[in-house]
């Protein structure tokens, strides 16, 4: 049976990816997972994986060409398998996305047309007993419910329709501003279903913005609710002078907890990279009870170490030389060292405030005697799960930090990623999701409230 090879969605918001070279030509026999073709999105270049053993029958998107998510590049063909141009033809044209929501109950009803529900002589809403009775479960208003029964009638299905609508729009991505009391506003992306458990808040880097998470947050989306934060300073988030506001890791700590309970997410399972990580870190030793559990990410704060090419970078003026040698920086694979990528980092780099921000924040966590944000003395007293993942070949923060860290926090996992560099979320996206995904999995069940009493 043939297999359509189409584009993947690498990222939430990702629409289409370009095709920029095949690593296979037509005729050539695959093997399942052995990468056929690379792709380059705005935040990533990665291969794509044949998700067939077989022979690659016809490549359908040249190199150059820009495809959108689950459109067709290639299509496979079994070994021995035949397929004429007219079959070609036939499979592409009925080839795309299967759209459906996980945990989908019912399909429409065959033949019938959907109208607005009728109502009886004293105003109510036509439904049948089974229909106003799922939806008083599951909080659906029944004045919202198109009905597909007999007569304008609302059906069980009708009712269940309506409820993974509501579920869908409300997992669907979206950015969301957070005001703060002080006025500073704290921009997020905010994805997966509402009553998750755990939430799941992602923490950047110095530098970055929510966007280092592209390739790591449509893998949990379809379980958690997701958010990612710009920290003040960066990315959407507000960047006032430094004389007016509190860059140091208290400050963005303190941020960070009231984006969390003005979402009413606690408690979360915080998952910081870099300077992330420190933030994450200082939640969970002030606040734990806003905190599930920690996957501290290269974290800054586990020792005094801290390269001074860092420092050399973000102590520079900005320029788009000086935001490619810091991304050069973060990764061992350079192909990832997009135009693109440097480009958009220059312009948030170059943003009112910015360059301002990023100098008030890098003084208050660094210096060149070391990090002034070691938080390793305090690190035995983390009571909350704690999942640290390193990248091998890390020339930011070094390997060692990982160990002693996973040491010093009771019953901390260690992961460390062979073969890259300072963004595993990036540079390894998928043995990144892995390793976190059984964490996730792993964590204890909450303990039950205590259960009140009486005196008598």
């Given at each position: 049976?043939?297999?359509?090879?189409t584009m993947p969605?690498w990222?939430?918001?990702?629409t289409?990816?370009?095709?920029?070279?095949?690593l296979?030509?037509?005729g050539?026999?695959v093997a399942?997972?052995a990468?056929i073709?690379t792709v380059?999105?705005?935040k990533?270049?990665?291969?794509?994986?044949?998700?067939a053993?077989?022979?690659?029958?016809?490549?359908?998107a040249?190199a150059?060409?820009e495809v959108p998510?689950?459109?067709?590049?290639?299509v496979i063909?079994?070994a021995g398998?035949t397929?004429s141009?007219?079959?070609l033809?036939?499979?592409?044209a009925?080839a795309?996305?299967?759209v459906?929501?996980p945990?989908?109950?019912?399909?429409?009803?065959?033949?019938?047309?959907?109208r607005?529900?009728t109502r009886?002589?004293?105003?109510?809403?036509n439904?049948?007993?089974?229909a106003?009775?799922?939806?008083?479960?599951?909080?659906v208003?029944l004045?919202t419910v198109t009905?597909t029964?007999?007569?304008?009638r609302?059906?069980?299905?009708?009712?269940e329709?309506a409820?993974?609508a509501?579920a869908?729009t409300?997992a669907?991505?979206r950015?969301?501003?957070?005001?703060?009391?002080d006025g500073?506003?704290v921009a997020t992306?905010?994805a997966?279903?509402t009553?998750?458990?755990?939430?799941?808040?992602f923490?950047?880097?110095?530098?970055g913005?929510?966007?280092?998470w592209?390739n790591?947050?449509?893998a949990?989306?379809?379980?958690?609710?997701v958010i990612?934060?710009?920290l003040?300073g960066h990315g959407?988030?507000?960047?006032?002078?430094?004389?007016?506001?509190?860059?140091?890791?208290?400050?963005?700590?303190?941020?960070?907890c009231?984006?969390?309970?003005?979402q009413?997410?606690a408690p979360?399972?915080?998952i910081?990279?870099?300077?992330g990580?420190a933030?994450?870190?200082?939640?969970a030793?002030?606040?734990p009870?806003?905190v599930?559990g920690l996957?501290?990410?290269d974290?800054?704060?586990l020792?005094p170490?801290i390269?001074?090419e860092l420092?050399?970078?973000?102590?520079?003026?900005?320029?788009?030389?000086?935001t490619?040698r810091?991304?050069e920086l973060?990764f061992v694979?350079q192909?990832?060292?997009?135009?693109?990528?440097v480009?958009?980092?220059h312009q948030a780099?170059?943003?009112d405030?910015a360059?301002a921000?990023?100098k008030?924040?890098?003084?208050?966590?660094f210096s060149?005697d070391?990090?002034?944000i070691?938080l390793?003395?305090?690190l035995?007293?983390?009571?909350?799960?704690?999942h640290i993942i390193?990248?091998?070949?890390d020339?930011v923060t070094?390997?060692?930090h990982?160990?002693?860290a996973?040491?010093?926090?009771?019953?901390?996992?260690l992961?460390v990623?062979?073969g890259?560099?300072?963004?595993?979320?990036v540079?390894a996206?998928a043995?990144?999701?892995?390793?976190i995904?059984e964490?996730?999995?792993?964590?204890?069940?909450l303990p039950?409230?205590?259960?009140?009493?009486t005196?008598r």
């Amino acid at each position: 049976m043939p297999t359509v090879v189409t584009m993947p969605k690498w990222g939430l918001t990702m629409t289409a990816g370009t095709v920029t070279n095949w690593l296979a030509d037509e005729g050539d026999t695959v093997a399942a997972g052995a990468p056929i073709l690379t792709v380059e999105t705005e935040k990533a270049v990665d291969d794509v994986e044949a998700p067939a053993a077989g022979v690659l029958r016809k490549i359908v998107a040249a190199a150059g060409s820009e495809v959108p998510v689950m459109g067709a590049v290639a299509v496979i063909t079994a070994a021995g398998e035949t397929l004429s141009d007219d079959e070609l033809a036939a499979l592409l044209a009925t080839a795309g996305p299967v759209v459906a929501a996980p945990g989908s109950i019912v399909a429409a009803p065959a033949k019938r047309d959907a109208r607005p529900a009728t109502r009886d002589s004293t105003g109510r809403v036509n439904a049948s007993p089974a229909a106003r009775k799922l939806a008083a479960q599951l909080n659906v208003d029944l004045e919202t419910v198109t009905a597909t029964g007999p007569a304008g009638r609302i059906t069980s299905n009708d009712v269940e329709r309506a409820a993974i609508a509501v579920a869908q729009t409300a997992a669907a991505p979206r950015t969301r501003v957070v005001a703060l009391a002080d006025g500073r506003r704290v921009a997020t992306l905010i994805a997966g279903p509402t009553n998750s458990n755990p939430p799941l808040v992602f923490l950047h880097g110095l530098g970055g913005s929510l966007t280092t998470w592209t390739n790591l947050l449509p893998a949990f989306a379809d379980r958690y609710r997701v958010i990612a934060v710009d920290l003040p300073g960066h990315g959407g988030s507000d960047k006032p002078e430094p004389a007016t506001t509190d860059y140091s890791l208290s400050g963005l700590a303190a941020a960070v907890c009231a984006v969390i309970e003005n979402q009413a997410l606690a408690p979360a399972v915080l998952i910081g990279h870099s300077l992330g990580g420190a933030v994450a870190l200082q939640i969970a030793l002030d606040r734990p009870k806003l905190v599930r559990g920690l996957v501290l990410i290269d974290s800054a704060g586990l020792g005094p170490e801290i390269s001074p090419e860092l420092l050399d970078r973000f102590e520079a003026e900005p320029s788009r030389e000086e935001t490619k040698r810091l991304l050069e920086l973060f990764f061992v694979d350079q192909r990832l060292v997009l135009d693109r990528g440097v480009d958009e980092m220059h312009q948030a780099r170059t943003s009112d405030g910015a360059d301002a921000a990023m100098k008030a924040i890098t003084a208050a966590a660094f210096s060149r005697d070391g990090q002034r944000i070691n938080l390793e003395s305090r690190l035995a007293e983390i009571n909350r799960p704690a999942h640290i993942i390193w990248g091998e070949h890390d020339r930011v923060t070094p390997l060692h930090h990982a160990g002693n860290a996973a040491t010093a926090i009771p019953g901390a996992w260690l992961d460390v990623i062979e073969g890259i560099g300072h963004v595993p979320q990036v540079e390894a996206a998928a043995a990144t999701i892995a390793v976190i995904d059984e964490f996730l999995r792993a964590l204890p069940p909450l303990p039950a409230p205590p259960v009140a009493t009486t005196g008598r």
